[in-house]
Structure formats: C-alpha cells, structure tokens
C-alpha cells in the first residue's frame, strides 16, 4: 500500500475510534477530516519526485465541490419539509385517526403504530416521523394500560424499515445513489428499492407485532415513573453555601429523613465515602444523592438548598421533563454545569440519568455524552424555547404541546404531496439531476405557505450531520485516489468469491450492519459504495458470464439497505436514541430486540437483492 494509502486508513480508524467514543462533534469531524486530506496530501506530495496534480489524494477543487453534492442540498431540503409537517401537526392527525381502529389491544396498537410509522418514513425524515408519533403512542399506551416499553422499540425500528423502501426514505438512500454515479453507475430511481424494501418492512412489522413484545421489558417509562411506586432513580448534586441551615450538623442527621440516598460527598480535593459517623457539614461540601424525580424536586423545600447552577424555581409552577442529548450535539464534551442552559433557555437542571450506572464524580463535571438524560424543570415558555431553538436535545416529555401551526396543516400535506409526485415523476424521466431543485422547491413552498419560517427552516437543517457527510465524502475520495477502495474490495473479493457473488453480498450486508451499529449510517453508505462497487466490478472480471455493472448495482442496494438496518444498539441512530428514555429500556433491551430484527433483516436483504436481481 502506498503512502497515501496508509495515511487514508490511519485516518478512517481514527474517525471511527473519535465517533464510537465520541471525544469530538461531528462537524468538527467533518471539517477535520477535510483539512488533514487536503494539507496531508499537499505535504506527501512536495516528498514525491513524481509529482503528478491528477493523482492528488484530495485537492482542493475536489473537496470544496463536495459542499455542492445535489444529495446534500436535497437532504438539507427535506429537513426543512419534514419540519413543516411536524410544526403543523399534518402527520399527529393522520396518526390519530389511523391509530383508533386499533381500540387498544396491544398487537393492534403495536400493528397499526408500526405501519404508520412505517409508511410516512417511506417519503419523509425518519426522525421527524417518530419525533411526531412519539407523544402520540405514549398517549396511546397510557390510555390503553400497556408499558410504553411495547410501543417506542418498534415506532423506531419501523421508521428505519419504511426508509429502505424509496429513494428519499432516508438521506442515507442519497448518498448512496450519489456515490453510484460518482463510481459510474445510473442513479437510484425513487422506488428501485421498493421491491425489496416493502416486503421485508412488512414481514418486520408482521414479526415486531407477534413477537417482539415477548422480547421487550415490561417498564414505566421515564414520565410513567414519576407517579409509580418502583422509580427509576437519579444523581443530582447539592452545594452547602456558607449560610446553609445544614452547617455543623452531622450527615447522618442531616439526611436522615430525607429520602434520597447520600452517594458521597466532596471536600476540596477529597472524596468521602459512606458509611458517615460524626462528619460534620462544612461550607463548601458537596454532596450528591440518589433518588427519584419527585423526591429531588422536593429536596430545595425540604433542606432549603439550590440544586446544580443554584437557579431556584417555583415547583407549583414549574414542570419536569427530561432532554436526551442527540447524536452529533454540540454540548457534547462540555459539562453539565457550563451548559448554561438556565440562561440561554430559562430551564434548570435538576439532575442527570446515564444508563443505568452510579456516577462516581460530581454530577456537575460530567462530560455529556450521547443518551445522557438531563432531568430539567421550567415553565411552558421555557420548553417552547428549547423545542424551537435547541437541535443539540430531545425533549422527551411534553412534545404533544408542540404543534404551534394546526391550521396550516392542509398546505404542509399537499406540498409533501406535490413533492413525493414531483420525485416519481423524474425518477420515471431519468432526471434526476432535478431531484435537489424539487427537494428546494418544496422546501421555499412550506416557508412561502407560512407552515415554517425562514428562522425556523435554518435551524431545522442537522448542520453538523450535513458536515460530517462532507468529511466523508471527501474521506471516500480519498479511498478512491489513493488506492485503499481497490485494496479492501480485492480483499473482499478474495474472502468470499471461492463461494460465489450470493456469498460475497452476503458478507457484504453483514459488514455493513456491523458497522453501521457502531457509527452513522451516512457514513456507511457513502465509504463503503464505492468499495462495494470495485468489488463487484472484480468479480464480474474473475467471471466472463456475469455483468459487471448489473452485480455493480445489486451490490448498491444491499450497501444502502443494510446501512439502515441498525437496530441492536440504542446510539446506532439517533431514532433508536429518541426512544430510549421514553421507553425506559436499556442498552441491553436493543440487543434483546434488536438482534432478532437485524438477523430477520439481513436475511430479507441478501434474499430478497439476490432474487430481484437475478443471483439466485
């Protein structure tokens, strides 16, 4: 392998290594990895005598043109149509209606949520759909008596199924297709995916609401939890300021009849660990306990203490409801306390719930990391201000009271409408060039219909997911300059090619769905295409009777399909995230349930391209 070769897959282990750790953002990724391509390459190349301009590693024309990627500017534009929609409540009056033939039996509920769910994700951005239907199927299991827990894993798996089935079903379908022309390849048409992607969306519903239940956890949710009698628990952190009423008494009498439970407390550098005796409360402490929602909003009542950033509030006027920090946040890293979210939102943190683990550390130095739930209270006001204004949150309570616009959700419906046909229309023509300018129109439209406005539009665009989709752009061009795309698909190819090209895509998909587990899956999509396409080509090489560009394409769609099949981590995609407090699971509950669906997923996907185009 070449320099520049070495240098292309040190940097690849590093992003993954930086995303599955996530020690940096990602539009801090992106851009870093733009730089390092272009200054690295530059560097190798004043050491090469040979110095050839057409074979840079990335140069600086190649890597401003991928700011302009037509499936850039159409994902960009489907967030904002997505949004409108949201803003509206089109899609919560479409769901209710569709959700009451279920009459509340659980397989029915199950059933009908999923095929809604599964049907607007066909057209629209999966995490809209399920930020619109959450609030809705929490209502409904409240209503019904059944566990949330049975409802929010299969509202995101069958999100993320409705996305295989259409070329706009998910920006990861884009970025593949945009990949295949880049490689040579005709772009996707809008329902080339449908054949395979609709059967095997169908048996997934079919099978999540006959057996997943059984796989499930039977478990309040976090909103549930607040008014039952097993509560979840926890971690809040209490300051002794000089005139705390709690100086010079001991802990244990402190405490004593507070329901929280003392963690530790820390004076100066030191902690000290229970069991306590005779220490005494200094000025300067601070403590952190343990315990349920209410009993730490009782607390600044019952010792007369300011929790966190010392913002005192109200509770006859305040409410609770939790934040759960998005993938890709721009808080990631920073600590709790320089979140400053009281000041920018006029909401104070109570407390913060990571899995299910003890925080060993003050509460306040914690580093956020990605699924981290932050128990905050504020006004209605102040939620209304986080749900406009804030992309680096969840808010996952009260998002019912979120639709602002119920009057213009007739327009927002029609322009989605006028969009899905202008998208068929050219898929039918083979323009696809025109793809970005229907995506924009419909996008101009919802904000010249008023659904959304133009403030609101901008920050509705996931900027740094568009970025770090630029940073990998530039980091598969890199792949293809450099040679490492023609490495790991002869790799690839020598694996699996003894047992035929059935076998090679099969390894294929099961590689895809590995990694997409454990990164983005636009990034899957758009690294591993190209490479799959090379290994295609290959192989057709080895084999005179088959056609190299029609096992070219079988290859891209099992990418594109697997890529989006991540269901057995909760970080795998921010829609599995979205859910996982809601749904008061754990990590292990999506390896329960998320195991069985990605095998069921991975067989539909090898069976179902190798039969549609022709392998077996």
């Known amino acids: 392998m070449t320099p520049e070769g070495i240098f292309v897959v040190v ?84 769901a209710r209606l569709a959700l009451r033939a279920a009459r509340g039996r659980p397989r029915r509920l199950v059933l009908g949520l999923c095929l809604i ?20 199927a929490m209502d409904l299991a409240r209503r019904s008596g059944i566990s949330p827990s049975y409802l929010m894993i299969p509202l995101c798996y069958s999100a993320l199924l409705g996305g295989m089935c259409t070329l706009v079903g998910t920006s990861t379908n884009l970025l593949v297709s945009d990949a295949a022309v880049r490689a040579g390849l005709a772009p996707m048409g809008m329902f080339e995916m449908s054949s395979v992607g609709v059967p095997l969306m169908l048996a997934g519903i079919l099978f999540m609401a006959v ?53 530790f407390f820390a004076r100066g550098e030191s902690m000290h660990w229970p069991p306590f005796y005779d220490e005494i409360i200094q000025p300067g402490d601070v ?19 300011r929790l966190f950033n010392e913002d005192r509030f109200d509770p006859r006027t305040m409410q609770l409801f939790e934040l759960a920090v998005a993938p890709g946040s721009t808080m990631l890293g920073r600590r709790i306390k320089d979140l400053n979210l009281f000041r920018d939102y006029g909401v104070a943190t109570v407390a913060v719930l990571r899995g299910s683990h003890h925080i060993r550390e003050k509460a306040s130095e914690l580093p956020l990391q990605t699924g981290d739930l932050l128990l905050v209270v504020g ?44 998208f068929s229309l050219i898929s039918i023509t083979g323009r696809t060039e025109l793809l970005p300018f229907v995506a924009i129109c419909s996008a101009l439209g919802m904000i010249g219909a008023g659904c959304i ?16 989709i630029i940073g990998t752009l530039g980091l598969s061009m890199a792949m293809r300059n450099s040679g490492v795309a023609n490495v790991a698909a002869s790799s690839l190819v020598g694996a699996l090619d003894g047992y035929g090209p059935f076998f090679v895509l099969a390894g294929l998909s099961a590689f895809c769905m590995v990694l997409t587990a454990i990164m983005s899956n636009n990034a899957v999509g758009v690294l591993v295409t190209p490479i799959a396409i090379l290994a295609a080509r290959e ?60 095998l069921l997923a991975w067989a539909g996907i090898v069976f179902g391209v190798s039969w549609t185009m022709g392998l077996i």
């Open 117 to 136: 769910a599964g049907g607007l994700s066909t057209v629209l951005n999966d995490t809209a759909v399920v930020l619109v239907l959450l609030p809705v």
């Open 287 to 305: 403590v952190m306990l343990r315990g349920t929602a209410d009993t730490i909003l009782g607390l600044q009542e019952e010792l007369g203490l």
């Open 11 to 94: 940097l690849t282990v590093a992003v993954l290594i930086l995303l599955f750790t996530e020690k940096a953002t990602l539009d801090l990724l992106g851009f870093g990895i733009m730089i390092l391509l272009v200054l690295g390459g530059q560097v190798m190349d004043l050491f090469r005598p040979d110095f050839d301009p057409d074979t840079q590693l990335l140069g600086a024309k190649e890597a401003l043109a991928a700011f302009g990627t037509p499936a850039l500017l159409t994902i960009a534009a489907l967030f904002v149509v997505s949004e409108g929609l949201s803003r509206t409540g089109a899609l919560e009056v479409l």
């Open 379 to 422: 006004d209605s006001a102040a939620q209304d201000r986080v749900r406009r204004a804030s992309s680096d949150f969840y808010m996952l309570t009260g998002v019912d009271k979120g639709i602002f616009l119920r009057g213009l959700a007739s327009r927002a419906f029609w322009i989605t409408v006028a969009m899905v046909a202008g």
């Open 211 to 263: 057996f997943l239940r059984k796989l499930l956890p039977d478990r309040p949710s976090l909103t549930a939890m607040l008014g039952s009698s097993q509560l979840r628990e926890y971690v809040t952190e209490l300051s002794i300021g000089p005139s705390s009423p709690l100086i010079g008494r001991t802990f244990q009498e402190a405490f004593d009849k507070v329901r929280a439970q003392v963690v």
């Open 539 to 598: 192989i057709a090489a080895l084999h005179p009777e088959l056609d190299g560009e029609h096992l070219a394409r079988a290859f891209m769609l099992t990418v594109a399909f697997s890529a989006s099949a991540s269901f057995a981590t909760y970080w795998g995609h921010q829609v599995n995230l979205m859910v996982y407090g809601p749904g008061g699971y754990k990590p292990a509950d999506y390896l329960r349930a998320g195991l069985p669906m990605s």
């Open 453 to 468: 406005t133009a403030r609101r539009a901008y920050r509705a665009i996931e900027w740094p997911v568009l970025i770090f």
